[in-house]
């Protein structure tokens, strides 16, 4: 097994290259090493109170976020409860570019993985406005240099190209369903869609019951070309992790799409931002956030009324809302290629729900460490966070295919100043900001290739040639 320390060495410095060119008047981030728990109410009674207000009492705790070991507290499909075995197997599968093995065009088998749409170096989004996955080629600086391979060696109808923005993995504990249509989930909220129009024959593994997390890591793997069988345990060397991982499993069943599935979305709940100012000030260290931000977080939780979409720990929710944000502009992506997606991703929550009153909306998103995030909406047709705040602030829609009727409470109705704007733009931007995300990359994956791209051009921007 080939020594792959160099990636995980670049992804540190670059990591600490983008913290600190990228940061201004900047505290550091708390030092966790001691466990960092504090049990002390913050002093900042105005806030403290808002919080209080906006939680139905619960307070400052409610939004606290609890540590990636502590799996008692991290939310799971209870028929897929988090084990350490399942997370180092999870983390290690994510990463895994041998999972790419059942490519379109044979020359690019093992060269891409789950993590090549959402690597840790954007914060776990995209790297760009579009993820591309097989027939991608390079990583650049923190993935923004993906490109895709000359159509001489790589059809365009072959290509692997998202339609619509990558979301990121960080948070998702907090979600009961996946997809910014949430259509990826079997309960909850989508039990009563799952058997109506053509869901069923459409998405056959929300009928297995579990939640959105495991559901994606089924279907992501048949959408985005990944092979997980036993093949893939005997040749890369994983069936010692699997054999931990389902021990409950017979033998005949344990090496499988399905538990590959299962032990990645038990990694990817413990994927969380717990280590933000905003979650160390929470906890009671009241100078890990600036003033301003502070200032920030109470536009956020009082006038900009952010905390009524984005709540919770993860401050996102399992709700849909319409802001008439714009759509893919054929014209500017890579390519619009809608197969394996049987819905128009365009509609929002109404492509699954066949129900008027979902057209256009999204999911609620989690808002933390956007500031590694190339582009925001839907669509991508944002490209910076303080963009989004003033057009949701100004309130004039991007699609005219919105009906006005459609748009959220929220949209155009907070009349924030250029003050507040700045403070809440602070707040997002850097009180919301985990610096400390490689903590999730592996130092190497079993196969030995290279992450999170195993093309020639990427293992040169990462490092990982000899």
């Known amino acids: 097994m ?12 670059l990591f600490y290259i983008l913290l600190f060119n990228s940061c201004s008047d900047e505290i550091e981030p708390f030092d966790q090493s001691s466990n960092g728990e504090f049990t002390a109410i913050p002093d900042d009674e105005e806030l403290v109170d808002l919080l209080v207000d906006v939680s139905n009492g619960l307070g400052h705790s409610f939004f606290i976020l609890p540590n990636e070991t502590d799996y008692a507290s991290i939310p799971q499909d209870p028929k897929n ?85 990558v979301p990121t993995i960080l948070n998702v504990a907090y979600q009961e369903v996946m997809l910014w249509n949430g259509a990826l989930g079997g309960t909850g909220i989508n039990a009563p869609f799952i058997n109506t129009g053509t869901n069923a024959e459409d998405l056959p593994d929300n009928l297995l019951g579990f939640e959105g997390l495991e559901v994606q890591g089924m279907a992501g793997q048949l959408v985005h070309r990944l092979k997980i069988d036993e ?24 090496y499988s799409r399905l538990t590959g599935a299962l ?28 003033d301003n931000q502070v200032s920030g977080a109470k536009v956020f939780f009082d006038k900009g009324k952010c905390y009524q979409c984005h709540t919770g720990p993860a401050l996102k929710s399992n709700e849909f809302h319409a802001f008439g ?31 008027e009153e979902d057209e256009f909306k999204f999911k609620v998103p989690t808002l933390y460490n956007l500031r590694d995030n190339p582009s925001y909406g839907h669509g991508g047709t944002f490209t910076s966070v303080r963009q989004v705040i003033e057009y949701k602030n100004n309130g004039r829609k ?46 190497e994956v079993l196969s030995g290739n290279c992450i999170p791209n195993n093309d020639t051009q990427s293992k040169l921007d990462l490092g990982c040639e000899d």
Not at 329 to 351: H, N, Q, S, Y
């Open 81 to 165: 409860p988090i084990t350490a075995a399942k997370v180092a197997l999870g983390q290690l599968l994510v990463h895994e570019t041998a999972t790419g093995g059942a490519p379109k065009v044979e020359s690019a088998i093992y060269t891409y993985s789950c993590s090549s749409c959402h690597p840790v170096a954007s914060g776990f989004y995209s790297g760009l406005r579009q993820g591309i996955g097989e027939g991608g080629m390079g990583f650049g600086f923190s993935g923004d240099g993906r490109v895709v391979m000359p159509e001489s060696v790589f059809p365009r109808d072959s290509l692997d190209v998202l339609p619509i923005k």
């Open 398 to 443: 991007q699609n005219e295919r919105v009906p006005d009727t459609q748009l959220a409470d929220q949209f155009g109705n907070l009349d924030l100043t250029e003050t507040e704007i700045s403070q809440l733009v602070d707040f997002v931007e850097n009180g919301l900001y985990d610096p400390n995300l490689i903590r999730y990359v592996p130092e």
């Open 2 to 13: 080939r020594d792959l320390c160099p990636t995980r060495t670049f992804l540190y410095v």
């Open 263 to 290: 032990a990645i979305a038990a990694f990817n709940r413990t994927v969380l931002s717990n280590q933000s100012p905003w979650q160390n000030w929470l906890k009671g260290n009241d100078d890990a956030m600036t």
């Open 231 to 254: 093949e893939f345990v005997d040749q890369f060397g994983y069936r010692a992790m699997f054999d931990a991982a389902f021990p409950e499993i017979s033998e005949n069943e344990r």
């Open 325 to 355: 944000m714009g759509d893919f502009d054929p014209r500017e992506t890579i390519i619009l290629d809608r197969r394996g997606f049987k819905k128009d991703v365009t509609r929002g929550r109404g492509a699954f729900t066949e129900r």
